[in-house]
């Protein structure tokens, strides 16, 4: 079902436009075909079943010609700003990102911060998962509707055996013959609960007729009834009525196809009506049909997959008006220049739409040009480094972007997944392949998937497998280290003080010799050599854990930019690809609380001063603007505690799901509820 989502999600626009496209055209034919209800009506047909042949080929992926319909790329990773649900953390409440990655371009490495918190929703999903809502209410109102019919055949009884001569004497004057009116009679049934005639079926039509009709009195209108109805079983118009109802849950939603399905319900009671006439004239037929309409209870509408006579009172009278001031007779059947014309002109209608508009073939299907094939090798070769994105992964709406090498077995390695085959295959092949897989493993059942290499960078294969993270880990600057690790943040902070500081007293004019400004070259020194000393530690524990990470097998091998020793705060919870350190939020949150009584307090002793003539106005102003500030910053802090709570409660879901098959530990689950029940008591103490 969620593929089937993706899919009307990615491609429903071009499917609107396609069936719109097929639809106006059958309007556009109807309107030439005004004096012919039976042409109005194969068209509207035909039109409908063009549009759900054409939905079939455009799903299928094949080549057209054209211009290819262009899908928006993918919203692309952005840098962490420390920010939940659209929500701005504070500075200080923020430990470290979720993930990083090191985006390696042949021979240069740019290190990215690859958590992108999307902050809006994609309304496309949602029209999708509305369009699918309403396909099956539909199906089940159709089902339910048959299987009502049904229900009210099985229980009907057979006709009179008057009836039923007057029905064959009607075909045998309709066929000059009656060798076969027995075989391709329609079976006539009486049914208690019925308030007017319907014709149902296919194969085997059969006429429901109302108990009433069967009275003495009512013998003429009788006669009419059954007349009409096998005009529409002449005329095979149940299959044109279950056409429309096989295309009502993909078209429900299009008025095209309700306006194409009422003007063929008009023209086919306009035949029925022209046939019926024919046999006891124009004036006994409207007159024992209006009889019949004015004593009938009025209803909506026939039984699903039924066809009534008087399905609507408006269109009744009317066709009524129209049978009597027409002069000739309606044609029954289309000729044959028709016939051919309009399957001939629906076949080409189709065939021009399939050729130019539907899915196309993923880039890989097809055959690149030559001079594609001579500049770069699109196929996944052994020790390539790609960079997956995938969706979900670290988190509810977080996008990480990591460095995978492809090992000499020509595999790569992913977390809780395993190995996946990749040597041979193309980026849309392996990028299927792994989407699929997570969504075997019911780990991230949407998550969508993207790879790029700009270039093949090819990994020496006498390095290892190891080989190219551990150097890309050796050129980590300390400005790109203090990007993924907190504790390095607040040295370079720190640096940037003092350097300030040092800017500042160079513009006074203070030499070296200065005991002020020596002091303030001293700690920057210090700090530098702090910083310098940090990153070559963080830098080796880095490289230590790729080390273990390639002689352990199984184990996935990108840049895991993990905290050094004593990074991690205490307390902290990942929240939406942030870190929160739960105790200084916890903290922050009853100070704002505080803050918020203190500036009551003096707001009310303010107030009552003011009464005094005690305090001026702008005193006031500023309590009552300290007041404000207050609130906002709490406010603030409980919308982030909220957000934190309900990322805190997926991550628990999804911890406890990973335990139960055996890829997360115990301690690992018991984590991730104490953070969210951590959460919870924070979200409790700020109401």
Known sequence: MSGAIAFLAEHGLMLLSGVTALLLAGVAVTGLARRSPVVRQRVCELSVGAGMVWLVLACVPMPRVGFPVRVPEAPRAVEARGAVGGVEIPEELIVRPRAGVAAVHANRVEPVVAVAVRSELDVRIWIARAFVAGAMACAAWL?????????????????????????????????????????????????????????????????????????????????????????????????????????????????????????????????????????????????????????????????????????SRSHFYRRMRMLLQRNNPLATRCSTACRAALVVGTIIAVMGMATMVGVRPARAQSAPPAAEKGAADQTIGSHDVLHITMTDSAGPGAESVVMYPVNEKGNVVLPLVGSVKAVGLTREELEKAIAQLYRDKNLSPSSPVSIKFIEKGQMPAAAGAGAAPRQAIEKFTTDQISMVDPLMRKMK???????????????????????????????????????????????????????????????????????????????????????????????????????????????????????????????????????????????????????????????????????????????????????????????????
């Open 143 to 311: 089902v339910l509707g048959q299987v009502l019919l049904w229900r009210m055949i099985w229980r009907s009884a057979s006709a009179p055996e008057a009836v039923v001569r007057m029905v064959d004497a009607r075909l045998r004057v309709g066929r000059r013959t009656s060798t076969s009116s027995v075989e391709s009679r329609p079976a006539v049934r009486v049914s208690v609960g019925l308030s007017r005639p319907v014709t149902c079926g296919v194969w085997r039509p059969t006429i429901l007729l109302p108990e009433s009709l069967l009275r003495d009195e009512n013998r003429a209108q009788l006669r009419q009834v059954l007349l009409h109805e096998l005009g529409h079983v002449q005329q095979g118009d149940g299959w044109g009525g279950l056409l429309f109802c096989v295309a009502m849950p993909l078209f429900y939603w299009h008025p095209l196809y309700w306006w194409l399905r009422q003007c063929s319900n008009l023209a086919r009671e306009l035949v029925a009506d022209d046939w019926a006439a024919r046999a006891d004239g124009k004036e006994a037929y409207v007159s024992e049909l209006v009889a019949l309409a004015r004593t009938t209870v009025a209803r909506v509408c026939a039984p699903v997959g039924g066809i009534g006579i008087l399905q």
């Open 493 to 687: 902070a720190e640096r940037d003080v003092i350097a300030a500081r040092v800017e500042e007293l160079t513009a006074k004019g203070l030499g070296d010799d200065q005991p002020e400004m020596a002091k303030a070259q001293d700690e920057l020194a210090v700090a530098e050599r702090k910083m310098k000393a940090y990153s070559r530690e963080w830098r080796d524990m880095q490289t230590r854990l790729q080390k273990d990470a390639v002689q352990r097998p199984g184990t996935a091998v990108p840049i895991p930019l993990l905290p050094a020793p004593g990074a991690q705060a205490q307390g902290a919870a990942a929240v939406g690809g942030v870190q929160l350190d739960l105790v200084n939020l916890a903290n922050t949150v009853v100070d704002a609380m505080g803050a918020v009584r203190l500036a009551k307090l003096k707001v009310a002793a303010s107030q009552r001063m003011k009464e005094n003539q005690a305090i001026s106005d702008l005193e006031q102003a500023t309590n009552e603007s300290n007041l404000q500030t207050a609130e906002k910053r709490l406010e603030l802090l409980k919308r982030i505690a909220s957000i934190a709570l309900e990322g805190a409660t997926v991550d628990a879901k999804r911890a406890e799901q990973l335990y139960k098959q055996g890829v997360e530990s115990a301690q690992a689950l018991s984590e991730a509820t104490s953070k969210m029940k951590m959460l919870e008591l924070i979200v409790k103490g700020a109401q």
